[in-house]
């Protein structure tokens, strides 16, 4: 049973545009949603957090929003540059525990 | 600041064989987890160790021992190594003070 789904296996996006990658989760108890970044050969790395008493987090161009009556997030990069082009894993977690991994998205963006 | 450290980077094995695989980390962090990342499924726990002294099963353990050297090293066995253990593996740690976790660069094993 997964938890949280990323249903695009890919994205394909110009620079300078918009990329929206989404998940969905189905536990109700997961409390802190959590996006990484992995580029081929090395490990992920933590983009962007956000809690569930908040509906929209920003840092910089990476602009992550929550919807919990659909259980959904989103993550936005505007504008989306070619060094961005790698697998984005969105995760989440129920008070503090070990954190849940979707499948995760590839975002190619072409310069 | 190394982080979190993971050998070796690559390893071939035969069907049968064991080896262990090393983490260690050095943020002085409580927990440690061992994940595997596999096409289409993204990043499945196989062992996580909460805090110095304690191993719990993940989502995906069969096949897997772990031991929790100290607080430094969190070391994932592989007994008897068959083809569908082929994977890449990611160590990961972190404070209890944050949900966030540190990821080793991984360590992609075949088996053959």
């Known amino acids: 049973d997964q938890q949280v789904k990323q249903n695009s296996p890919s994205l394909s996006v110009q620079e300078g545009r918009i990329s929206i990658l989404n998940c969905d989760y189905t536990?109700?108890?997961?409390?802190?949603f959590l996006w990484y970044k992995k580029y081929p050969a090395e490990g992920p790395t933590f983009l962007i957090s956000?809690?569930?008493?908040?509906d929209k987090n920003e840092d910089g161009r990476f602009t992550v929003f929550l919807n919990k009556s659909a259980k959904h997030l989103s993550l936005h990069i505007v504008p989306s540059q070619p060094g961005d082009s790698a697998v984005y894993f969105c995760?989440?977690?129920?008070?503090?525990?070990?954190?849940?991994f979707g499948a995760g998205t590839i975002l190619r963006v072409k310069s | 600041n190394a982080g979190v450290t993971q050998t070796p980077k690559f390893q071939v094995l035969k069907t049968g064989q064991s080896m262990t695989l090393q983490c260690a980390q050095d943020m002085n962090h409580n927990s440690m987890y061992w994940y595997r990342q596999d096409p289409g499924m993204g990043l499945r726990l196989i062992y996580y160790?909460?805090?110095?002294?304690?191993?719990d099963k993940g989502e995906v353990p069969n096949g897997y021992n772990v031991s929790r050297l100290n607080k430094r090293e969190f070391s994932l066995r592989l007994e008897s190594a068959a083809p569908s253990q082929t994977s890449v593996y990611f160590c990961a740690s972190r404070t209890g003070q944050r949900v966030s976790y540190t990821f080793g660069s991984g360590t992609r094993l075949t088996v053959v």
């Open positions: 956000i809690s569930s008493i908040k």
């Open positions: 536990n109700s108890m997961f409390d802190y």
């Open positions: 160790s909460a805090s110095e002294g304690t191993t």
């Open positions: 995760a989440a977690s129920a008070y503090g525990n070990k954190l849940v």
